[in-house]
């Protein structure tokens, strides 16, 4: 590997937790292939993290991510500094009968990686290495790595980055694992698909552990590997310790080649759209002028893919909705973009937007973004992605559900989110639908080319609120279960794969889909968040994971015999 690595500026704190990764385990006959060392020393590679255990000061801030719902108490947490490292502490908990759990950055929705059954948690937090390996012409990133300095490291260092999500304290390993996306995402793809190699430490069915690199090479024996990482979600085949990219068609060896560049400039736009502004027909055609103009707007080729929005539709609690909008300002007519966008939003509500004077949901307040501004693209990125405070919250609790939207709203859909939006009893200013641009380049690809097989949808959506009282739980996952079931009303309470929607993203994982009380579809869990792909998952955990050993209440699950 090349001696012009950066570092992310990650401190290894202990306020980490949570984000489950994925990974396999060794396939019987295959043979393991020999991981590529990091740059600095082999004794750096073969580096050994803390063991942590109960009575130690930092065992209660380690046992729980992002989302307080969740909390484990473990035997004891292990930090993971290197793949041998790794390897190590996998081989030892294989060999105890102990339960495991995986985490990078602590923000994974559901109980993955603490919850009453885990014994180990393999923590990856310290895992912050990003850098360029000149032997596999791509660049590495470790588990560990959070977005922001991912997206700092590659664009300092050679002018590149992949296009992953705002939030920027999440880690990479779960974030990449289950097809990660972002404001470039319509442009460029999901990260995942610029994904050129992963390593994964896995457990055979004898208890030992190996470490192996899986490419999309064709002539690859681990390229199954390779793809299950590409969206198949976190925690289901073993320990990720590194993820290698290199975009598709990448030529030459210039650094700079290898990965997409995101624009020098972008056009950016937030403002607020207050709720008194608002009665039902009105917010009926706001949210109908959105699915409209996505509905038209998402396909690969189109000059729309150059833009992408972020719609937090509020509670009315909270007393306004928000919105950002950002566009390449360096394409041909980037203002006329924004501009028809935004007319098009607007259009017949007579709604007159604010300035985002307030943080609403993922958002931060913005004021000085009421009228559109140009600004450098890692700017935007660090302005809009580490200030939103509800969404990183790490003493709070939280619900979501997801869906992938392939046309506009229905009525009765739109009905549903005003009624619960508008509660008399609702109180908590801290919930919103989050709806997200989507398609464009992520509709390029056929739906088996990668593990996430959601390739025809035009926009996103993330159901969520979130509180601190633990004795509120009951109340606040009422209203999240109450308002997804009643939006989806007329497909047993859940986003079917049918003409009008493509199921859930694992990346926002929801265990109540994997309850008939909750979903009266008919249609499987395993179906929602991983349509026809989810048998050839199968095929990967029976080769990498024999045993089952990597489990959760979402994951792949071994092939019936």
Same mark, same amino acid.
């Not at 973009?337 to 913005?366: C, H, S």
């Not at 989806?488 to 929801?510: Q, R, W």
């Given at each position: 590997?090349?001696?012009?690595?950066?570092?992310?500026?990650?401190?290894?704190?202990?306020?980490?937790?949570?984000?489950?990764?994925?990974?396999?385990?060794?396939?019987?006959?295959?043979?393991?292939?020999?991981?590529?060392?990091?740059?600095?020393?082999?004794?750096?590679?073969?580096?050994?993290?803390?063991?942590?255990?109960?009575?130690?000061?930092?065992?209660?801030?380690?046992?729980?991510?992002?989302?307080?719902?969740?909390? +484990?108490?473990?035997?004891?947490?292990?930090?993971?500094?290197?793949?041998?490292?790794?390897?190590?502490?996998?081989?030892?908990?294989?060999?105890?009968?102990?339960?495991?759990?995986?985490?990078?950055?602590?923000?994974?929705?559901?109980?993955?990686?603490?919850?009453?059954?885990?014994?180990?948690?393999?923590?990856?937090?310290?895992?912050?290495?990003?850098?360029?390996?000149?032997?596999?012409?791509?660049?590495?990133?470790?588990?560990?790595?959070?977005?922001?300095?991912?997206?700092?490291?590659?664009?300092?260092? $050679?002018?590149?980055?992949?296009?992953?999500?705002?939030?920027?304290?999440?880690? +990479?390993?779960?974030?990449?694992?289950?097809?990660?996306?972002?404001?470039?995402?319509?442009?460029?793809?999901?990260?995942?698909?610029?994904?050129?190699?992963?390593?994964?430490?896995?457990?055979?069915?004898?208890?030992?552990?190996? @470490?192996?690199?899986?490419?999309?090479?064709?002539?690859?024996?681990?390229?199954?590997?390779?793809? +299950?990482?590409?969206?198949?979600?976190?925690?289901?085949?073993?320990?990720?310790?590194?993820?290698?990219?290199?975009?598709?068609?990448?030529?030459?060896?210039?650094?700079?080649?290898?990965?997409?560049?995101?624009?020098?400039?972008?056009?950016?736009?937030?403002?607020?759209?207050? $709720?008194?502004?608002?009665?039902?027909?009105?917010?009926?055609?706001?949210?109908?002028?959105?699915?409209?103009?996505?509905?038209?707007?998402?396909?690969?080729?189109?000059?729309?893919?150059?833009?992408?929005?972020?719609?937090?539709?509020?509670?009315?609690?909270?007393?306004?909705?928000?919105?950002?909008?950002?566009?390449?300002?360096?394409?041909?007519?980037?203002?006329?973009?924004?501009?028809?966008?935004?007319? +098009?939003?607007?259009?017949?509500?007579?709604?007159?937007?604010?300035?985002?004077?307030?943080?609403?949901?993922?958002?931060?307040?913005?004021?000085?973004?009421?009228?559109?501004?140009?600004?450098? $693209?890692?700017?935007?990125?660090?302005?809009?992605?580490?200030?939103?405070?509800?969404?990183?919250?790490?003493?709070?609790?939280?619900?979501?559900?997801?869906?992938?939207?392939?046309?506009?709203?229905?009525?009765?859909?739109?009905?549903?989110?005003?009624?619960?939006?508008?509660?008399?009893?609702?109180?908590?200013?801290?919930?919103?639908?989050?709806?997200?641009?989507?398609?464009?380049?992520?509709?390029?690809?056929?739906?088996?080319?990668?593990?996430?097989?959601?390739?025809?949808?035009?926009?996103?959506?993330?159901?969520?609120?979130? $509180?601190?009282?633990?004795?509120?739980?009951?109340?606040?996952?009422?209203?999240?279960?109450?308002?997804?079931?009643?939006?989806?009303?007329? @497909?047993?309470?859940?986003?079917?794969?049918?003409?009008?929607?493509?199921?859930?993203?694992?990346?926002?994982?929801?265990?109540?889909?994997?309850?008939?009380?909750?979903?009266?579809?008919?249609?499987?869990?395993?179906?929602?968040?991983?349509?026809?792909?989810?048998?050839?998952?199968?095929?990967?955990?029976?080769?990498?994971?024999?045993?089952?050993?990597?489990?959760?209440?979402?994951?792949?699950?071994?092939?019936?015999?």
């Amino acid at each position: 590997m090349s001696g012009i690595d950066r570092r992310t500026v990650l401190g290894r704190t202990a306020a980490v937790a949570g984000t489950a990764l994925a990974a396999g385990a060794l396939a019987p006959a295959a043979r393991a292939a020999a991981p590529a060392q990091p740059s600095s020393t082999a004794a750096a590679a073969a580096a050994t993290g803390a063991t942590i255990r109960p009575g130690d000061a930092r065992y209660a801030g380690l046992t729980t991510g992002n989302n307080q719902r969740f909390v +484990a108490k473990p035997d004891y947490i292990k930090m993971i500094r290197s793949a041998k490292d790794a390897e190590r502490a996998l081989q030892a908990a294989f060999k105890a009968g102990k339960r495991v759990a995986v985490r990078s950055g602590g923000h994974c929705f559901a109980d993955f990686a603490a919850n009453a059954d885990i014994e180990v948690i393999l923590d990856f937090s310290e895992m912050t290495h990003v850098g360029y390996d000149e032997t596999r012409r791509a660049f590495v990133v470790e588990p560990g790595a959070r977005l922001i300095n991912v997206y700092e490291a590659l664009y300092k260092g $050679w002018g590149v980055t992949i296009p992953g999500g705002i939030c920027y304290s999440v880690g +990479a390993g779960g974030h990449i694992a289950g097809g990660g996306y972002g404001l470039l995402s319509r442009a460029h793809g999901l990260v995942s698909d610029h994904l050129y190699a992963v390593e994964v430490v896995t457990v055979d069915a004898s208890g030992r552990a190996r @470490t192996i690199v899986a490419t999309r090479e064709k002539n690859d024996p681990h390229r199954e590997l390779w793809w +299950a990482h590409t969206g198949g979600g976190g925690g289901n085949f073993g320990l990720v310790t590194r993820y290698w990219f290199r975009s598709p068609g990448a030529r030459g060896t210039n650094p700079a080649d290898q990965l997409v560049s995101p624009p020098s400039t972008v056009l950016v736009s937030a403002v607020d759209l207050p $709720w008194d502004q608002l009665d039902e027909a009105t917010f009926t055609r706001l949210l109908k002028n959105f699915g409209a103009w996505h509905e038209t707007h998402s396909a690969p080729d189109s000059p729309y893919r150059h833009l992408s929005s972020l719609f937090n539709v509020s509670s009315k609690a909270h007393g306004s909705l928000g919105m950002f909008t950002q566009v390449d300002a360096t394409v041909p007519g980037a203002e006329k973009l924004l501009d028809d966008y935004m007319a +098009a939003i607007l259009a017949g509500t007579k709604v007159t937007p604010r300035a985002l004077t307030r943080a609403n949901g993922e958002l931060p307040a913005m004021p000085q973004l009421a009228a559109p501004q140009h600004l450098p $693209w890692l700017q935007a990125t660090r302005l809009v992605g580490t200030n939103n405070p509800t969404i990183t919250n790490p003493t709070s609790r939280g619900a979501h559900k997801s869906a992938y939207m392939r046309t506009n709203f229905t009525d009765h859909q739109v009905a549903a989110m005003y009624r619960h939006l508008t509660r008399p009893d609702f109180h908590n200013p801290d919930t919103m639908i989050v709806l997200f641009s989507f398609g464009g380049q992520v509709n390029a690809l056929a739906p088996d080319a990668t593990a996430n097989a959601q390739r025809s949808s035009v926009f996103k959506m993330c159901f969520q609120t979130f $509180w601190a009282d633990k004795d509120e739980d009951a109340f606040y996952l009422g209203w999240a279960r109450g308002i997804y079931e009643d939006f989806f009303a007329k @497909t047993g309470g859940v986003p079917v794969i049918d003409d009008t929607t493509d199921g859930c993203y694992i990346n926002y994982p929801d265990t109540d889909v994997a309850d008939p009380r909750r979903n009266r579809s008919g249609v499987p869990w395993t179906t929602l968040y991983y349509k026809d792909n989810y048998p050839r998952l199968q095929q990967v955990k029976k080769a990498y994971d024999p045993t089952d050993y990597f489990r959760h209440s979402l994951s792949v699950k071994l092939p019936r015999r």
